[in-house]
Nanobody, 115 residues
């Protein structure tokens, strides 16, 4: 059994920052790939940022220069530093982890950017 638990979402004003965290627990202690997806109301889920061992981090164009993905010292943790938040960043953010042919998901944390 693998669990991913996100935290750090909330309500912020445009221009402010948030840091999302995701911690994995269970039978897998190290995930080669971890990332963050988001789903805004009425829209499809999209990959926001992803980090894979030995590869440059990926960012969707709309967050480049504002968001930074990083791993913890143990490879079952991933963070998303979100700066200069915009109303269009409002969404439910989901942690994702890949291990061999399996994909794991957290339950999501809501980010609302509004004045």
């Amino acid at each position: 059994q693998v669990q991913l638990v996100e935290s750090g979402g909330g309500l912020v004003q445009p221009g402010e920052s948030l840091r999302l965290s995701c911690v994995g627990s269970g039978t897998i202690f190290s995930f080669p790939t971890m990332g963050w997806y988001r789903q805004a109301p009425g829209k499809q889920r999209e990959l926001v940022a992803q980090i894979t061992d030995g590869s440059p981090a990926y960012y969707v164009d709309s967050v480049k220069g504002r968001f930074t993905i990083s791993r913890g010292s143990t490879k079952n943790t991933v963070y998303l530093q979100m700066n200069s938040l915009k109303p269009e960043d409002t969404a439910d953010y989901y942690c994702n982890a890949g291990y061999k042919i399996s994909d794991y998901w957290g339950r999501g944390t809501r980010v609302t950017v509004s004045s």
